[in-house]
């Protein structure tokens, strides 16, 4: 069965790096685009962008260019979101969701907290 | 980018009767040569990453169960939950797919009366 298994959750300090993973089994990696979802506390989705898992080339929104970098380990069937300078309002849910149109398959969610 | 607006932001529905929640598009997301609307529903319980219920406007996802459907196009979209269950109690979200960036709805609040 299609599964996408996120990192677990993370507490860093402002001005620090955090890499969140997503594990993706059950089918062919490379057959589907996977995006990366944010979600605040108690607020709705914002969708941050996708990554080409075919080609590795990635598509950021406004927004989230610059400190968030999407990249991929095929050989792992992994995609990865690295956030840097974090910053107190990067504290959120992220999960990854498969597909370049609807999203079909989501992660459980990653909390990252960003705190002092 | 496309905005889309959701009504109402709260619901409130007895059990067994019908819900209805709206979805509006600032531009059409309907593609002319396929004629596809390039829109879905997802359905976010507490706790939960949020589900498909909905892809193409209308077409229900695998195993959702038949009471929801999906209906509408261009900049104009409703979800309807024909008997509403203890289950339903959620946030449902709209999602266009027509252009990057992506963007949902603010949700809809759906709770039991």
């Known amino acids: 069965q299609v599964q996408l298994v996120q990192s677990g959750s993370e507490l860093k300090k402002p001005g620090a790096s955090v890499k969140v993973s997503c594990k993706a089994s059950?089918?062919?990696?490379?057959?589907?685009?996977l995006n990366w979802v944010r979600q605040a506390p108690g607020q709705g989705l914002e969708w941050m962008g996708w990554?080409?898992?075919?080609?590795?080339?990635?598509t950021y929104a406004q927004g989230f260019t610059g400190r968030f970098v999407f990249s991929l380990d095929t050989s792992v069937s992994t995609a990865y979101l690295q956030i840097t300078s974090l910053e107190a309002e990067d504290t959120a849910l992220y999960y990854c969701?498969?597909?370049?149109?609807?999203?079909?398959?989501w992660g459980q969610g990653t909390l990252v907290t960003v705190s002092s | 980018d496309i905005v889309m607006t959701q009504s109402p932001d709260s619901l409130a529905v007895s059990l067994g009767e019908r819900a209805t929640i709206n979805c509006k598009s600032s531009?059409?997301?309907?593609?002319?040569?396929?004629?596809?609307?390039?829109f879905a529903w997802y359905q976010q319980k507490p706790g939960q990453p949020p589900k498909l219920l909905i892809y193409?406007?209308?077409i229900r996802e695998s195993g959702v169960p038949d009471r929801f459907s999906g209906s509408g196009s261009g900049t104009d979209f409703t979800l309807t939950i024909s008997s509403l269950q203890a289950e339903d109690v959620a946030v449902y979200y709209c999602?266009?797919?027509?252009?990057?960036?992506?963007?949902f709805g603010q949700g809809t609040k759906l709770e039991i009366k």
């Open positions: 969701a498969r597909g370049k149109q609807w999203h079909d398959y």
């Open positions: 059950g089918y062919t990696f490379t057959s589907y685009g």
């Open positions: 990554i080409n898992t075919k080609t590795g080339n990635p």
């Open positions: 531009q059409s997301v309907l593609y002319g040569s396929n004629n596809n609307n390039y």
């Open positions: 193409w406007a209308s």
């Open positions: 999602h266009q797919y027509y252009s990057t960036p992506h963007t």
